[in-house]
């Protein structure tokens, strides 16, 4: 099978022939589409990656009988209080598709149950692939900031994106969206966003923020204009931290990150694309060009999601 395989932190990925897995348990699926993500990006400069190794965790594949499915991909023990609830992504010793196994950049991947397959219908892959993690991911960080009249969204890629759509369907809140690039600005509003500004505005306090960037700059904004009782969600992993302190944070907020959906959280978006009420700007680009696609991806020119098809 062919893979865009991963030999050595910072470099190009190898396109490259490799064996069909063959493992001695789980299922071999065709994969049919998988998104890059910045999470590929931090995987392929770090030195604790292991190598040789392929990226990518937003995946559709060919499950049993050839039905295009989702794969939620984060595979816990199945045995803890957060297994059993439905949420591995929270499991001590959660593997996660792409990061600590192989992933979907290659045409065959090995799920370990087919209990991590969700069908998606009529959903075209290529645009089914990034609510893997971009749509349940955000869905999961709305509904822990939530409930609030208000939010600031920080960071309006293809996770923001997400986040508005979520912050107008499912809780019925205004948006403000942040972000350096005037084209997600112009796209954030187009999604539902009431108002749109750059980094340095002037901005009234709201009672939610959700900072989708996670540098020291963006978490040093959301602290700026949460209000007090106010809730900060974390989920971007751009490096930074915020004090936590008395007099750090206005009184009495609340902060927290938040990860990959749960598998309700995956189940709930899945419905939600599959009748229309959610959408994605998404460039489709071939196995071949997933350098291509990194490059971009680390360039910052990406207005919504880039996915690699097979």
């Not at 192989?102 to 045409?107: F, L, S």
């Amino acid at each position: 099978m062919r893979a865009a395989v991963m030999h050595s932190p910072g470099s190009p990925l190898v396109i490259e022939e490799r064996p069909r897995p063959r493992p001695r348990s789980g299922l071999v699926v065709d994969v049919l589409a998988c998104g890059v993500c910045h999470t590929d990006l931090d995987l392929l400069d770090s030195e604790f990656t292991r190598t040789p190794h392929v990226l990518g965790h937003e995946v559709v594949v060919a499950g049993p009988g050839g039905e295009p499915c989702l794969v939620y991909g984060s595979w816990g023990c199945r045995r803890c209080s957060h297994c059993r609830s439905g949420d591995e992504a929270m499991c001590e010793g959660v593997i996660i598709v792409g990061v600590h196994a192989d992933g979907g950049h290659a045409e065959a991947l090995v799920v370990p149950d087919e209990s991590y397959l969700y069908p998606i219908g009529d959903l075209d892959p290529a645009m089914a692939a990034p609510l893997a993690d971009a749509g349940a991911t955000s869905y999961r960080a709305v509904r822990r900031a939530m409930p609030a009249s208000r939010a600031v969204v920080i960071g309006v890629g293809g996770l923001g994106q997400f986040a508005i759509q979520w912050l107008r369907l499912v809780a019925d809140c205004s948006v403000t969206a942040v972000d350096t690039a005037p084209a997600k600005l112009c796209r954030a509003l187009e999604l539902g966003a009431d108002e749109a500004f750059l980094p340095m505005a002037e901005m009234e306090p709201a009672p939610a923020v959700l900072d989708f960037v996670g540098t020291p700059e963006s978490l040093h904004l959301a602290r700026s204009v949460v209000q007090r009782q106010g809730r900060i969600v974390i989920v971007g992993g751009g490096g930074g931290t915020m004090p936590v302190g008395m007099e750090a944070i206005p009184y009495e907020t609340w902060v927290t990150t938040s990860i990959m959906g749960s598998r309700s959280d995956v189940t709930t978006v899945l419905d939600h694309a599959q009748r229309g009420n959610v959408e994605c700007h998404v460039e489709v680009l071939p196995l071949d060009d997933a350098n291509t696609a990194l490059g971009r991806l680390r360039e910052g020119g990406v207005t919504g999601r880039l996915v690699l098809t097979l």
